[in-house]
């Protein structure tokens, strides 16, 4: 069995690590290269890096930011938000990312996601996932559905269908965020994850309500998931990455645990 990964994820806005709930009412938390730091220091397996609101004010990642956390830490590090095209892709893993992820620009033109993989490899695609529960009809079988801009413009496309286009487009690993469960702190959304993990044969990363390790216990495992990101629970000091590795690894789930 392949070790989970635990991933710290730092939604950016103008240059500083922010965080909300259900993506509304975001708050200044912290420097994104200093926490980028921290959790490097205390054993993270990646960093996620989301510049929050590229794609809705249709502009392009802030590289400078990217580049400066690139050179904080040695381990993988993924970057969303603003990529449309494989230029963009291009700059951000010049920069020095691992991955880039791809989410509304995907959605709007699935040929990114080929030609990503192509250009760079599969390994270096995530398909970024906002999900939103919509209840079951004919257009939306799963009762999950695909949202854009943030979680702004709702597409009316099924999420399993699109999790699963994805995977045959070339993307290597898929990010999959709970908008009715990003920020509560209640648990992930385990329906769906497990929905999404069953049905694709690329990793997939949970995201979206992480509170107590329990959540990511449950999500690792009756979630099926291979990585679980977590934001408020370490951005706010409750848990540190350590206290989370201990939690998982003394209930059977295989971490890396060399910090």
């Known amino acids: 069995m392949l070790s989970r990964r635990i991933i710290p994820c730092l939604d950016v806005h103008e240059g500083r690590t922010t965080k909300g709930i259900k993506f509304k009412n975001n708050i200044d938390i912290g420097d994104p290269v200093e926490m980028a730091r921290m959790y490097y220091e205390q054993g993270a397996d990646e960093i996620v890096f989301y510049d929050i609101t590229a794609s809705h004010e249709k502009r392009n990642i802030m590289?400078?930011?990217?580049?400066?956390?690139?050179?904080?830490?040695?381990?993988?590090?993924?970057?969303?938000?603003?990529?449309?095209?494989?230029?963009?892709m291009r700059a951000v893993l010049l920069a020095g990312a691992e991955k880039v992820s791809v989410n509304s620009a995907a959605v709007n033109n699935p040929d990114?996601?080929?030609?990503?993989?192509?250009?760079?490899?599969?390994?270096?695609?995530v398909?970024?996932?906002?999900?939103?529960?919509?209840?079951?009809?004919?257009?939306?079988?799963?009762?999950?559905e695909i949202v854009i801009n943030g979680g702004r413009k709702h597409m009316g496309?099924?999420?399993?269908?699109?999790?699963?286009?994805?995977?045959?487009?070339?993307?290597?690993?898929?990010?999959?965020?709970?908008?009715d469960a990003d920020g509560m702190k209640t648990g992930?959304?385990?329906?769906?994850?497990?929905?999404?993990?069953?049905?694709?044969?690329?990793?997939?990363?949970?995201?979206?309500?992480?509170?107590?390790?329990?959540?990511?216990?449950?999500?690792?495992?009756?979630?099926?998931a291979d990585a679980a990101l977590i934001a408020s629970m370490v951005h706010y000091g409750t848990y540190t990455v350590p206290d989370i590795k201990s939690y998982l690894h003394d209930r059977g789930v295989k971490m890396r645990m060399g910090w």
């Open 63 to 88: 590289i400078d930011v990217v580049r400066r956390v690139a050179e904080t830490i040695f381990i993988p590090f993924s970057v969303g938000g603003g990529i449309r095209t494989l230029e963009d």
């Open 112 to 125: 990114i996601i080929s030609q990503g993989a192509k250009a760079f490899g599969n390994q270096c695609v």
């Open 127 to 144: 398909l970024g996932m906002d999900v939103k529960h919509v209840g079951k009809s004919a257009a939306i079988p799963s009762g999950y």
């Open 157 to 179: 496309i099924d999420a399993l269908e699109w999790a699963k286009r994805g995977q045959y487009l070339g993307a290597g690993e898929i990010c999959l965020n709970s908008i």
């Open 188 to 224: 992930y959304e385990l329906t769906l994850t497990a929905m999404i993990s069953s049905q694709v044969d690329i990793p997939v990363i949970a995201s979206g309500g992480a509170g107590e390790p329990s959540h990511l216990y449950d999500v690792l495992t009756e979630g099926r």
